[in-house]
């Protein structure tokens, strides 16, 4: 039996529809990662237990890594439904791969960003701020008004970042192990 490739071809079109919105409105809408999360799961139904029960865990994984983000005002609703999306369609372990992956991105991203905004005292202002428990929710939406890319991290194109590492990393690895 082969490797069933068409969970990782549907997010990875998912992720690149949600790349494009999130770097044009700053919005993932509910249209692309409701029904994505919702055919992840039933997609599982219909393949097996065992694939609903990994799926599942998939959704919780992603969650679980997505939520604390939101919660503090630091990812947008549409970035945590986007991973449950994800983690329904790709299971726990490489959900947590891209969420990883996707996480290096945005700290490379927003070091560059810091570099030539030249931000870096205002940054470390934010950074102790958010450190101490201060929400940073006003300060985001704002960021958001002004589309000051250079303080406001599209996570959904990260994650694409993130996609393809975990999608090189795999054919890298499965060369050398065949």
Not at 108 to 117: D, E, H, K, S
């Amino acid at each position: 039996m082969g490797v069933d490739h068409f969970p990782l071809v549907v997010v990875s079109v998912a992720v690149a529809i949600a790349a494009v919105s999130d770097l044009r409105t700053y919005k993932i809408r509910d249209v692309l990662t409701l029904p994505l999360l919702i055919t992840g799961l039933a997609y599982h139904v219909v393949v097996g237990t065992h694939a609903l029960s990994q799926s599942g865990l998939g959704v919780a994984v992603a969650l679980a890594l997505t939520l604390p983000g939101f919660l503090i005002g630091g990812m947008g609703a549409g970035d945590v439904k986007l991973m449950a999306g994800i983690g329904a369609w790709i299971g726990p372990l490489p959900t947590l791969g891209v969420f990883l992956a996707a996480s290096l991105a945005t700290a490379a991203y927003a070091l560059v960003a810091i570099a030539i905004g030249r931000r870096f005292r205002e940054t470390w202002t934010k950074l102790r701020g958010l450190v101490a428990g201060r929400a940073i929710q006003d300060r985001v939406k704002d960021a958001v008004e002004r589309r000051d890319r250079l303080e406001v991290v599209p996570f959904a194109t990260m994650t694409g970042v993130g996609l393809l590492v975990l999608v090189l990393v795999s054919v890298i690895w499965l060369r050398q192990n065949s």
